[in-house]
């Protein structure tokens, strides 16, 4: 899966479940911020990127997760280790 | 000085409405919510038959962090205890100024356990059950839920009596209140309705089979009746210390006079007579109030063989002929957790409206409730002083006597 592709799929989902505007995802802006996540979204988190990509994250990968585009990164890097 | 609680306002959303106005006209017209349901047959239910309830839309009312904890009987409460906060004038900023407490009945919830159980035996891995699934799956989830909503800041708990829970719920509020605890406790009940909350209720093989003809199924205290229909929804009542509720300009629509309660000591699920007796006996009895004085009971008759015989030995011998007596149950089906509030809204909304709502379906009368004054067609009739009764599985037993004001 490509870059674009990973950041599409994902962006798509974020919109849907945190029922946030497209506007708010900015590739260099803070994603808890953005999407106000709490502690319990992280587990939400988890679900929706276990149902969109077939990998099995844990809350201790979210440690560097930062940006959007270090979530894009973590999904990218997850998906390049199970290929 | 004595401490009176009353009620301030009162919600309901079940299968005979969706709102007071709603339900208030279906009862009148004796129209029933029952319906066949081609989804729990094809489940395994011996008997699919069940109140109605439409799936309430929260989307544009709740956030999503709010609605992501919330099953089916949170959705009901929250529904109703909005309509009882606007019926009883309460702002969401009244949260902040003054201690208001929260007591629910509920005693199931049954599609969120067996959803997220579910994913859990498929993905093997529990932390993909989604962060909402541990609030949705405790008995005291409508209580989690609806603190949070409104910022409760009183008592906060959730009453588990099988199909006297909601009953029982006023009965703690008016406890609280009576004893000087609280001024201000939302109380109520809720009934999940999806096809997994009643199977293994089916199972017992208490259910009517009367598939071909849902609406005049429930019929309590007739002598062809043959088991009962589940129901649900929510009901919520908001009382408050009279004084208390005078100060805040508070309508007051009725005054809770007593709580009468008791245990059976005996079956499971069978009824017995003495112990229903003995709870009415300590409601007229703290009400002050001789069995004269009831002028309408809301029967807990749920169409069972069983139960309807022993509450009609048991009314029978308590009061005789003198009061009206009808069962909502008729037209709603059993509400289990949530019947005992709103049955209370019901009888409430029919003192309020001065009329007496029919008990339908009831063709030929029972022999053992032959003495009782049974409405089968609704009664253009005022009264103010009524007593609801609740039952359920392990004997317990609730009796609340309410006067119209």
Known sequence: MSRDEIIDTTNTFLIEEFEVESEVIQPEANLKESLDLDSLDYVDLVVIIESNFGIKLESKDFTNVHTFDDLYDLIGSKLHAIA | ?405
């Open chain 2, 1 to 405: 000085m004595e401490r009176r609680v009353v009620i301030s306002g009162m919600g309901i959303y079940s299968s005979l409405g969706k709102n007071l106005a709603e339900v208030k006209e279906s009862l009148y017209l004796g129209r029933s919510g029952i319906v066949f349901s081609p989804d729990r047959k094809e489940f395994g239910y011996r008997s699919a038959l069940t109140g109605f309830v439409e799936k309430p839309d929260l989307a544009k009312v709740l956030s999503r962090r709010q609605r992501i904890s919330m099953g089916e009987e949170s959705e009901y409460a929250y529904v109703a205890t909005r309509e009882a906060l606007q019926n009883a004038k309460i702002e969401e900023a009244l949260f902040d100024e003054q201690v208001i407490g929260l007591v629910y009945g509920n005693d199931s919830v049954s599609q969120a356990v067996m959803e997220s159980i579910d994913i859990v035996r498929q993905k093997k891995d529990t932390m993909l059950v989604g962060s909402g699934a541990i609030f949705k799956s405790m008995n005291s989830s409508v209580t989690m839920n609806l603190s949070t909503i409104y910022r409760v800041r009183g008592i906060n708990m959730t009453i588990s009596a099988a199909c006297a829970s909601g009953s029982h719920a006023i009965g703690l509020a008016y406890l609280f209140i009576k004893q000087g605890l609280q001024d201000c406790v939302i109380c109520g009940g809720a009934q999940e309705t999806n096809k997994y909350a009643m199977a293994s209720f089916d199972g017992l093989g208490v259910f009517s089979d009367r598939e071909d003809q849902p609406t005049r199924a429930s019929r309590p205290f007739d002598q062809n009746r043959n088991g009962l229909v589940p129901g649900g929804g929510a009901a919520t009542l908001v009382l408050e210390e009279y004084e208390s509720a005078v100060r805040r300009g508070a309508p007051i629509l009725a005054e809770v006079l007593s709580y009468g309660f008791s245990s059976n000591g005996d079956h499971i699920s069978t009824p017995n007579v003495e112990g229903p007796i003995q709870a009415m006996e300590m409601a007229l009895q703290q009400a002050g109030l001789a069995p004269g004085d009831i002028e309408y009971i809301n029967a807990h008759a749920t169409s069972t063989p069983m139960g309807d015989a022993n509450e009609a030995r048991a009314l029978t011998q308590l009061f005789g002929s003198a009061p009206y007596i009808s069962s909502t149950k008729s037209m709603t089906g059993h509400e289990c957790w949530m019947a005992g509030t709103s049955e209370v809204v019901y009888s409430l909304l029919m003192a309020q409206h001065g009329f007496i709502a029919p008990n339908i379906n009831l063709e030929e009368v029972d022999e053992t409730a032959k003495n009782l004054s049974l409405v089968k067609n609704t009664i253009n009739q005022n009264f103010n002083v009524f007593l609801s009764n609740s039952f359920g599985f392990g004997g317990t037993n609730s009796a609340l006597i309410v006067k119209k004001l």
